[in-house]
């Protein structure tokens, strides 16, 4: 069975999150104003944009993940989360989707002092060793081929160390990302308005810009935000979006995945 290689997945990622912001106002706005026709995978940039009379502009695209503490954390098991769903494929021939969450001793715990630091230090921070989590994972969905093959809901406990997860596995996509794949309950401290850190993400694009130029008269950025399932904490306001940001772009867009909105960024 043909398992997509980690630079295939990244480039069909792209092309997703790019379709994603042309299906808004924003983007069906752009695509016309500028009468693209094409669209190309490319290097640098990312892509590159065809028009009617043959004149390419360039979209260079980036992702934002506001800095946070329990980042780590949850891309780490949906790393493993996703693994599991390629071995599954790969090696049993069944397509899963997996939601992995861990027991918080803190929630019912008799300290008040547990329950302030629930409240205040919400979600998990520390990955617990990758060969130990990996060998689990598989026994579960050894354990329960046939039940999955049947369709059936697979809800186990393990313990890691001092620590109990729960996972749960069923054979079928996510309804609301229409994939099969892994997904992690986590928290964070949510951070408000990030201008530094969006700002500090458009400087490492910024840098690159004469090689973006290079093949193209004009060059954009889009800014794809994950929502939290990827362990983003963050909200925007209007402050955000009136903000005026310093680039080397001739405009950069923003897409949130979250409200399937894209938005203009001064």
Known sequence: MLIMKKADIKKQE????????????IGISFFAENNIINIQQNESPDFLLIKNNDTKYGLELTQFIAENKNTQYSQAFM??????????KEHYSINISILIDKYDKRKFSPKWSDH?????????????????????????????????????FVQEYIQIEDDYFKVSIIPFKYPWTNKYECLVNNAGMVAINPVKELQKRIDEKNRKIDK????????FLLIYVPDSKCG????????????KFSSNFDNIFLYEEKTNKSYILN
Not at 212 to 219: D, G, L, M, S, V
């Open 232 to 243: 983003n904490y963050y909200s925007f306001s209007e402050h955000i979006f009136n903000h």
């Open 116 to 152: 302030i630091d629930y409240a205040y230090n919400p979600g998990f921070s520390e990955i617990p060793p990758k060969n130990a989590l990996n060998k689990e994972l598989k026994n579960i969905l050894a354990k329960n081929v046939d039940n999955l093959r049947s369709g059936k």
């Open 212 to 219: 973006y130029r290079t093949n193209c008269k004009k060059c």
């Open 79 to 88: 790393r493993y989360g996703n693994n599991l769903c390629n071995y599954a």
């Open 14 to 25: 792209e092309k997703e999150q790019v379709h994603l912001f042309w299906e808004t106002n």
